[in-house]
């Protein structure tokens, strides 16, 4: 039986409640673990809250860079959509998070970890296999899995102990954010005919309306500077989100396939994700070469697939990685997106790199394409499909019909 457990501790209520039903449930010592990973928030109020309700410790581990370069970063490259549409928001972060639970457990001598997942969502599958993979040896706990509290049992619950909470019974949506994007569920949008409430959204309320472009430039697949400015990635992403979201761009409404087998309609704002992934793709399209492109493409949503899963830390995806790495090693230029209200479209790119080359691609004067030479190549290429409807599709026609 575990004596002391290292929690991943957002502030909200089910953890707020789970360090305390958790020392009295099962006599454990709780050291709640918060990750900064974009949210923003009040932290000095969340080591309060952890605190009254009985945390030992409480530590804030600022990973805003890490999640932005290592995470974020290697999704973007990867054109990572999970069902070709989630930017992983949620996914994403869970990782990382993980990866201070256990450098937590290992210095304050913790023989478990704990999360505040439900038995339905994804977030327990991420949080366990993730622990697992990185210390196979701790325990893990699912308070909320198993103490059968509804909504109202666990405010209830806080309040008879004096945990204060931000949480009322009147507050029906989830919502799960970082620095790359923001995740809303519950509420009136479990119906997947029901429109979306306009209050709902916080990151893409429109706010400009005079259409505008922007240039990103990117090196080596990562961005590096938005309009000519250098900046941090965790910095470039905040920053893209306040400017393209501005716009209304980067909403999505889809009902996609959980890791437990049932569908869920989620809602989500990316606004930076979404524009990041469009432009880096767009820029691949002239510094790839065509069957290292299409193979990637081919790749990506198997890429998506297992962050969305909660394999981050597994071969497949470390393997993968490498391939992702190695492809963009020409992927370095600048690419000009025009935004309008509630769209943000490519309308440039360029590249040192480029294999685009206009004396090929022309029609005009500059032409420098050998057009004599289609003509062995067309023959040639169609051959094995003449060869077919020579032989077999003019036979098949005077055959008689089966039976």
């Known amino acids: 039986m575990a004596k002391r457990v290292v929690l991943a501790y957002s502030g909200g209520l089910d953890t707020s409640v789970a360090v305390r039903w958790m020392i009295d449930q099962m006599g454990v010592e709780v050291i709640a673990v918060a990750c900064d990973v974009g949210q923003g928030g009040d932290w000095d109020g969340i080591c309060e809250r952890a605190g009254k309700a009985g945390a030992v410790a409480t530590i804030v581990a600022d990973v805003r860079d890490e999640f932005a370069r290592d995470y974020c970063g290697s999704v973007l490259r990867a054109n ?3 069902e070709n549409q989630y930017p992983l928001v949620s996914a994403l972060s869970r990782p990382v998070i993980v990866k201070e639970l256990v450098r937590a457990a290992r210095e304050h001598g913790a023989d478990a970890v704990a999360h505040g997942c439900t038995g339905k969502g994804n977030d327990q599958v991420r949080f366990e296999v993730a622990t697992r993979a990185l210390a196979p040896d701790l325990d893990i706990l699912a308070p909320v899995r198993s103490w059968g509290m509804s909504r109202e049992d666990s405010i209830a619950y806080a309040e008879r102990h004096d945990i204060p909470l931000e949480a009322s019974r009147e507050k029906i949506y989830s919502i799960d954010d970082n620095l790359w994007g923001r995740a809303i569920e519950c509420g009136e949008m479990e119906d997947p005919w029901a429109e979306p409430p306009g209050g709902v959204w916080e990151m893409t309320r429109l706010r400009a309306v005079e259409p505008r472009e922007i240039t990103v430039a ?20 905040m920053g893209l989100n306040d400017t393209v979201g501005a716009f209304g761009y980067g909403r999505l409404d889809m009902v996609e396939n959980r890791r437990v087998g049932i569908k869920s309609r989620e809602t989500y704002e990316a606004p930076a994700a979404l524009a990041l992934i469009m432009a880096h793709r767009d820029l691949e399209s002239i510094t790839l070469e065509r069957d290292l492109q299409r193979q990637k493409i081919a790749l990506e949503h198997r890429y998506a697939e297992l962050i969305y899963d909660g394999l981050w830390f597994s ?15 020409y992927v370095t230029g600048e690419v000009r997106l025009r935004l309008e209200e509630g769209r943000c479209i490519v309308v440039g790119r360029r590249s040192p790199y480029s294999l685009y080359d206009f004396g090929l691609a022309t029609y005009e004067a500059e032409d420098s394409f050998h057009h004599a030479d289609s003509e062995g190549f067309v023959r040639l290429w169609g051959l094995g499909i003449q060869t077919w409807a020579a032989r077999q599709t003019q036979a098949q026609a005077q055959a008689p019909e089966p039976g």
């Open 315 to 329: 071969p497949l995806r470390d393997a993968l990685d490498a391939f992702v790495q190695s492809s963009q090693r």
């Open 218 to 237: 990117f090196e080596q697949g990562m961005p590096v500077a938005v309009d000519g400015v250098a900046m941090p990635m965790a910095e470039l992403i």
């Open 80 to 82: 990572a959509l999970y």
